[in-house]
């Protein structure tokens, strides 16, 4: 469910408790049935969507993306930092569009003792294959997402 589903191809200027409304409407205006997870993809750091997500979701687990940019992680470590003082369940967090070896993301990630679960290297194919599952499935991105996965 996404809110581009209901504002197709117009911009949602959302900000402050425009957001926060949103995903409450979302979260109970949509027919859940029975599901195992709920997968939220949400922008990185501590914004007003992250807290109403700590706030709404009880027992709610974080799988945290960064890029390898150490300016991202930092925002990546304040949001690190944020689950642990409030003993959120963190399932680990993943390392996107890696285009260079460099250990810093990985190294800073288990310096707070938050499990490293792997990087996903930069793929020029998947911009081609989003859309289209078999042709995602011949992607490396695939394949190293797979391996991921097995780990939790």
Do not use: C
Not at 21 to 33: C, M, S, Y
């Amino acid at each position: 469910m996404s809110i581009v589903h209901y504002s197709l191809e117009n911009p949602a200027p959302l900000r402050g408790s425009d957001v926060s409304n949103a995903i409450i409407e979302l979260l109970a205006i949509t027919r859940w049935e029975e599901i195992d997870y709920l997968v939220i993809d949400m922008p990185p750091g501590l914004g007003d969507a992250t807290l109403d997500m700590i706030r709404l979701i009880p027992r709610i687990s974080f799988l945290v993306v960064s890029t390898p940019s150490r300016l991202a992680y930092e925002s990546v470590r304040r949001l690190l930092t944020l689950l642990k003082d409030q003993r959120l369940h963190t399932l680990g967090l993943i390392e996107n569009m890696v285009s260079k070896a460099d250990s810093y993301v990985k190294a800073e990630t288990e310096k707070m003792h938050i499990k490293y679960l792997g990087a996903l290297s930069f793929d020029d194919f998947i911009e081609t294959s989003i859309g289209d599952p078999e042709k995602l499935k011949k992607t490396g991105f695939y394949d190293q997402v797979k391996k991921i996965t097995e780990k939790l």
